[in-house]
């Protein structure tokens, strides 16, 4: 319920706050033209001479990848090289108006394309170091990262790329009948909606209609994917499943039946309770010691690091 009324208020708020005005590509300076035509625009490295291991890590969907930095020094203080990902329409080297016109004009393939990028480039490495591969995905990240191992070759992971293992924190793999309160509006998908997350999280003020029917677009794609017998044993490599049971956005009962269903006897899944030092957002957000709490991150860090060591 605490999600219905957040939107609720989100509907409130549009008819009060100032709308984003249209934005088209021919009215941005130069500057932003060039860097939505960068092909390394959205990835950045944290490199060591000595890798244990290569991660890429994915943010959720209106994340500000700034959000993901807790986990980033974790796992780069492990001695882990880290590929931070900046999908589609969230990049922060983007001015507002560029950042806010890629996001609308995003589909679920475009976020596809983001990781199979990020992927390739990471298996290089860790191929060039002979480490392994890692995927640490929050939320629409998560989703992401599980859906990559769904790929055939030429796509998402590509030819020849092994993935070892994954820790998926949130994953929109299944999502609560309360998240697709907004999928009416999918008639109208240049509306924009203001986000309601604290201004530290948020990619963009404002969400564009079509971002989420591209997420749900995702969601139903992955499962009617996964749901082939073929695509199970794709699926099953070691992955660590964090979830707090009161996520108002992805179903706590449904990822852990889609484990059940799709017998993914390598997956893990972890309850996560927040600290009673948590920062004043949703549940579904544990990326970090705000979100979290002291004690509650250095039990999910821990775990993390824990699993990830053990390959």
């Not at 139903?220 to 794709?234: G, I, K, M, S, T």
């Amino acid at each position: 319920m605490r999600l219905v009324a957040v939107l609720l208020c989100a509907f409130v708020a549009t008819a009060c706050a100032s709308y984003p005005a249209d934005i088209a590509r021919d009215s941005l300076p130069s500057q932003q033209l060039a860097a939505l035509s960068d092909e390394a625009l959205g990835l950045s490295w944290r490199q060591h001479d000595e890798p244990a291991a290569v991660v890429v890590l994915v943010h959720g969907l209106n994340l500000d990848p700034a959000a993901m930095r807790d986990l980033e020094q974790l796992l780069a203080g492990a001695d882990m090289d880290v590929l931070s990902l900046s999908l589609t329409g969230h990049a922060n080297t983007l001015d507002d108006n560029a950042r806010l016109l890629q996001f609308q004009e995003a589909v679920f393939a475009d976020w596809q394309a983001d990781i199979r990028q990020a992927v390739h480039l990471a298996s290089q490495r860790a191929a060039a170091v002979r480490r392994p591969l890692y995927l640490v995905g929050f939320s629409l990240g998560g989703l992401l990262s599980a859906d990559s191992l769904l790929s055939r070759p030429g796509s998402a992971a590509g030819a020849g790329v092994t993935l070892d293992r994954m820790v998926l924190l949130s994953p929109a793999i299944r999502l609560k009948w309360s998240s697709y309160l907004l999928y009416p509006l999918q008639v109208f998908p240049d509306v924009f909606l203001p986000s309601v997350a604290p201004r530290v999280y948020r990619a963009n003020d404002y969400a564009p209609v079509s971002a989420y029917i591209a997420l749900y677009e995702g969601v139903d794609q992955f499962n009617e994917r996964a749901r082939q017998a073929e695509n199970r044993l794709l699926l099953n490599i070691p992955t660590l499943v964090f979830m707090h049971p009161s996520d108002e956005l992805v179903s706590f009962a449904g990822v852990r039946d889609f484990i059940a269903e799709q017998q993914l006897s390598r997956w893990q899944f972890v309850e996560v309770e927040k600290s009673e030092d948590a920062g004043d957002v949703l549940d579904h957000v544990i990326v970090g010691p705000h979100s979290l709490g002291e004690d509650a991150w250095r039990s999910v860090s821990e775990q993390m690091l824990d699993f990830l060591r053990d390959d």
